[in-house]
């Protein structure tokens, strides 16, 4: 995995991540999307994985995304706006919301939808707890990217969480499951937001697609 970067490619990327990433709109229907006129990024992942924990340590930005110690709190797609460049949206997490059954399939709409339907969506980077590994509502979520064919990414998440060994066996049952998903890539990445683990690939990732 740190072979795919060279260190002047990975320095250039933690130099882009220097300028702000702004708030732009949260979309609770897809009327609401604004424009596909430029490359956007989505992260995905179950409800308390630490999606929004991650995404504030990749902008270097602590209140970008909300975060809360109740799962289910992004409970619309958000819309931010890197550099003028790039869309990255955070979408709602899956497989726990506290809130009515109706509102709930409300969104999983409106999450499939989108997927299916955004044809300015570079990659999705799908978030998996380290600890807990590919989960069934991950694995629906896979299969759901692969019929949309939407390419995606894994980021393993809290990876300081767990010994080096239980890691390692986690990163092998992860990319052999890989091997079963059409959109999947190949190329997983730990990191760890508290420990500012594996965030220099990710920006690295993220800046492939700024034109």
Aim: hydrophobic share 40%; net charge positive; glycine share 4%.
């Amino acid at each position: 995995m740190s072979e795919k970067w060279t260190a002047e490619q990975l320095n250039a990327a933690e130099m882009q991540f220097g300028r702000r990433c702004d708030f732009m709109l949260s979309v609770a229907q897809l009327s609401q999307l604004p424009d596909a006129d430029r490359s956007e990024i989505a992260f995905a992942g179950r409800s308390n994985v630490g999606k929004s924990s991650l995404i504030n340590a990749l902008f270097n930005q602590r209140k970008l995304a909300k975060t809360s110690s109740t799962p289910g709190r992004t409970q619309q797609l958000n819309f931010f706006f890197f550099f003028f460049k790039l869309y990255m949206v955070d979408l709602p997490g899956y497989g726990y919301a506290k809130a009515p059954e109706k509102l709930v399939k409300q969104w999983q709409a409106v999450l499939k939808d989108y997927l299916r339907g955004r044809p300015n969506l570079r990659r999705v980077f799908l978030l998996i707890d380290s600890r807990h590994g590919i989960k069934k509502e991950d694995a629906e979520i896979m299969k759901l990217l692969d019929e949309s064919a939407v390419v995606y990414q894994i980021i393993l998440t809290k990876t300081d969480k767990i010994p080096a060994a239980e890691l390692q066996k986690t990163q092998e049952k992860v990319l052999a499951e890989l091997k079963n998903h059409a959109a999947a890539m190949n190329e997983i990445i730990a990191t760890s937001a508290e420990k500012k683990i594996g965030l220099n690939f990710c920006r690295a990732e993220i800046c492939s697609f700024m034109e």
